[in-house]
């Protein structure tokens, strides 16, 4: 019932089609006919206890769903996965958030989810990155770190009894994001994995997939001890170029990665249009087909590379 | 005036116990959390939903259940003179508060402390039955955007003219003055959860109006439920596993 917002031709229209039914049969091939919706009774056996987890709800001794979803059976608990639904944070998750607020102690973050989350200023990693207590004048000088509306990359930590979320930054791989794009997909189409962080060399360019369905795509900047590296570039420039020049260098990103930041950020984003679920494997094939295709990037949000990408991925699950 | 013609048809050519042709699709407002519209005959309406979040006003945040607000507004050109005020009338504040009323009673809000639900509705084409076909798109729309509910409220109205039981009123019908029955219903649960009627009827002749439209709003959640069994598994099968 949700149609795909493209405006297609007419063999445009039948291939697409024909590459989703093709999808069908095969997802239809492994699982059983386990979708429900609101209010749908999920049978079970009376016989063997039953948990009853995430989505359900007992009416007259019936097991009925609460969400639409998958139903989703381990041992004796049985649960509905929901598609399309706010994101769930849960220990170790990797997500990428907004700051909304610089607080006392603390920044509070968006994250898709419910609340928003909490970064205290106790778990980050001070610029200068010494493990130390956090002073009075380190809270004063919070907004060094990060201000509203920064994009920060970070961990989930725990959750606490009144259903906030804190995340912890305490890693030089986390922290703020900048030169690149934020792409807000459904988080249901990222899964978690082992990887969330990818360094794509080739592009030169920095992919976070994360779990709370922001996708970070940016430029790749080389270790953030960047303090070190800038001292013995100094030194060996023999103070050559003013200050200001070195500045200007630091924020200037090369014209061949913000195209490949846009092409990558395309390719996420014709994944979630067509609803495909969202990896790094899928994300690096879609690139190189749109430059073997020898496609303009805007040309990657049109209908016909949607469709190619369609059938590819018809053709990949059928492997 | 004759509202069922001696053949026994309404004036757009209905049976008494006939509704509406319905017609729903899911997902018409892309940075929603939840959207669908809703048609029922020449009634259109859109339904966002936006949330649980972050509860905007700290005062109004509750600690053991979600806040859910909703907004009903009318299109300027939804209705055959254009309204050049449609937002913030008494109508419209009303309609706005027995939507609220009336999902805050299915969804299960205690299961989202602290956050908040608004469900924004507008109607694009007015044709008798707004109240309705708000609910319904509503209902839709919080089940698009994942929001665990008690069962799927929906809502349907009938009326009674020219000694006939009338299902699903469209605008002539209604501003005929005669008895026009609401009714928000929980198919599952067998519960009634909302009932509006304007003017008087007879008690015995209320309860078959009222059962009628009890009938139509079963009708409606049979058609609700395909529509997103449908949604669901696209969603499942376009995912992949």
Known sequence: MREIELSLNQTQKIRLQRALDRLQSLSSKSTSNSSVTVADTIPVNDEDGILKGHGTLEVDSEVVATVCGVVERVNKLIYVRSLRSRYKPETGDIVVGRVVEVAQKRWRIEINSNQDAVLMLSSVTLPDGIQRRRTPIDELNMRNIFVENDVISAEVRNGQHDGIWQLHARSNKYGKLDRGQLIAVPTYLVKRRKQHFHQLDKYGVLLILGCNGYVWVGELTEAKDSMEVDDVNESEKSNAKSSDQTKLEENYTALETRENICRIANAVRVLSILGFSITVEVILEMCELSILLNLDIHDMLGAEFCVTVAEKEAVRRSL | ?241
Do not use: W
């Not at chain 2, 109004?60 to 979600?66: F, L, R």
């Not at chain 2, 609220?100 to 008798?128: K, N, W, Y």
């Open chain 2, 1 to 241: 005036m004759e509202f069922v013609s001696p053949e026994g048809l309404r004036l757009d050519g209905r049976r008494p116990l006939e509704m509406r042709q319905l017609r729903a699709e899911i997902g018409a407002v892309s940075k929603a959390d939840g959207s669908a519209v809703f048609e029922m005959g020449n009634t259109k309406v859109i339904a966002a939903v936006y949330g649980p979040r972050e509860v905007e006003n700290r005062a109004q945040q509750m600690n053991d259940q979600a806040l859910v607000r909703c907004e009903y507004t009318m299109a300027n050109f939804s209705t055959g003179d254009r309204v050049r005020k449609p937002k913030g009338d008494r109508r419209s504040t009303e309609i706005s508060m027995v939507i609220r009323q009336t999902m805050e009673a299915c969804i299960m809000t205690h299961l989202m402390p602290r956050s908040q639900i608004d469900i924004f509705v507008q109607v694009l084409q007015a044709d008798g039955g707004t109240r309705s076909a708000c609910i319904n798109a509503a209902t839709l729309a919080l089940a698009d955007a994942g929001i665990p509910m008690r069962d799927l409220v929906t809502s349907c109205s009938a009326g009674y003219l020219n000694t006939t039981p009338l299902l699903d009123l469209n605008y002539v019908e209604d501003s005929a003055g005669g008895p026009d029955v609401t009714v928000g219903y929980l198919p599952k649960l067998d519960k009634v959860t909302l009932l509006q009627m304007d003017s008087k009827l007879p008690l015995d002749t209320f309860e078959s109006v009222m059962q009628l439209a009890i009938e139509g709003c079963k009708a409606v959640a049979n058609y609700l439920r395909e529509v997103l069994l449908e949604n669901t598994k696209q969603l499942e099968y376009r995912r992949g596993s």
